[in-house]
């Protein structure tokens, strides 16, 4: 019973703060490491601090916050890591969405979630052109001036540990898809989970985005300094 106690004895403290923050407080203690690899492409924390921000705050000003849905068309980039860590600065909880989905379920999510806005890509979007009709989009690679940067930099939006961090739906494969909402102290909890400590520091997001496992492959390596 006491060796059992013993090793049951795996408590530890969870932060309040809510993803964004904690990944703010990274990129200010490491800002020049190595945030994200994607090809030829070497991210730091700084740049993606400062491009989650960037887009935080353009998602603000067009009505995303704590509560709110943000749908997010992205493949695998730092694009995509960029979009979803923006719309946690922004306060909102993200929906991830796969262009290969039949266009009847990616219908159905945005309107059973109540999306509210949509960051994606050209070619994603054109890809999708007719479920998205009346959706405010942000796309990412627009040439245009919709993510100039703000003097001073905008702060990411507290909400707290109980509000939503993402959506994700079930495959429907037993029915109507059921979106599951995961909350920002759940994320936390996962990220600052000890069992990552001393390893985990270069992961490989392998995973689908719309799929769960993509938490532990963002979140931990992200939230740690990997």
């Not at 006491?2 to 800002?31: G, H, I, Y």
Request: charged content about 20%; overall charge neutral; proline content about 7%.
């Amino acid at each position: 019973r006491q060796e059992l106690a013993a090793r049951n004895r795996t408590a530890v403290s969870v932060p309040d703060d809510m993803v964004a923050d904690l990944f703010a407080a990274r990129a200010r203690r490491v800002p020049d490491a190595v945030a994200v690899v994607d090809g030829d492409a070497v991210v730091s924390y700084r740049f993606l601090a400062a491009a989650a921000a960037r887009l935080g705050s353009r998602l603000a000003q067009d009505g995303a916050g704590p509560e709110s849905v943000v749908a997010v068309l992205v493949p695998r980039s730092v694009g995509m890591i960029t979009a979803v860590l923006g719309v946690l600065w922004a306060g909102a909880a993200y929906l991830p969405l796969d262009s290969r989905y039949p266009s009847g379920r990616v219908s159905f999510m945005l309107a059973d979630a109540e999306a509210v806005a949509l960051v994606s890509t050209r070619q994603a979007v054109a890809a999708l052109s007719a479920e998205l009709d009346g959706l405010p989009r942000l796309v990412l690679d627009d040439p245009g001036p919709a993510l100039a940067a703000e003097p001073g930099g905008f702060p990411p939006v507290r909400v707290r540990p109980g509000g939503a961090a993402y959506v994700m739906y079930t495959s429907g494969s037993t029915g109507v898809p059921k979106g599951v909402v995961v909350t920002q102290g759940g994320v936390t909890g996962l990220a600052c989970d000890r069992r990552w400590r001393g390893g985990h520091e270069r992961v490989l997001v392998h995973s689908a985005q719309v799929f769960d496992a993509v938490t532990y492959e963002l979140w931990v390596p992200l939230l740690g300094g990997g």
